[in-house]
């Protein structure tokens, strides 16, 4: 189970990245579009453009490893949230729609910060969106500064 606190700030306004990787381990990058913790189960679920991140999305198969990566775009708080994929699929509506809400409101909200959404518009989509789904198993501080790369959760209290 994640604490309230990384709960609540992964599915507020945050920049998401997702890596998966190949069977060489070759990282796959892509930019999440909406992510939710599953409080019942513990899982995270997380959608990602298959259009735009076709290698990201085709590499997040069940039983592989995932690391997750969310930013406050206004002053850099982080969480990075690695853990092992339990289902990935194509999104149906429901997380469709959350996916598209994430995009809209994301999308506002960095052009407040003089982001535009043409600069924008190669990295985060609401188009055929993926639904990943993992149990996370380690948490890290990622905030730039000293603390950075300190474990906040590990699998004993993730899970």
Not at 54 to 65: F, K
């Amino acid at each position: 189970m994640l604490a309230a606190e990384v709960a609540a700030f992964i599915e507020g306004q945050v920049m998401i990245l997702v890596a998966t990787r190949d069977e060489g381990h070759r990282p796959m990058i892509g930019r999440g579009s909406g992510a939710r913790h599953d409080r019942a189960s513990g899982l995270v679920h997380v959608l990602v453009s298959q259009s735009q991140w076709p290698l990201a999305v085709e590499q997040a198969l069940p039983g592989r490893p995932i690391a997750t990566t969310f930013v406050q775009p206004d002053n850099y708080r982080s969480f990075q949230i690695k853990g092992q994929i339990t289902a990935s699929g194509p999104a149906d509506d429901a997380a469709t729609a959350w996916g598209r809400h994430y995009v809209e409101t994301q999308l506002a909200l960095m052009a407040q910060l003089g982001v535009t959404r043409l600069q924008l518009s190669s990295t985060l989509s609401d188009r055929d969106l993926w639904h990943v789904t993992f149990r996370p198993s380690d948490i890290f501080e990622q905030t730039p500064g000293p603390g950075a790369g300190r474990r906040f959760q590990t699998a004993e209290t993730v899970a």
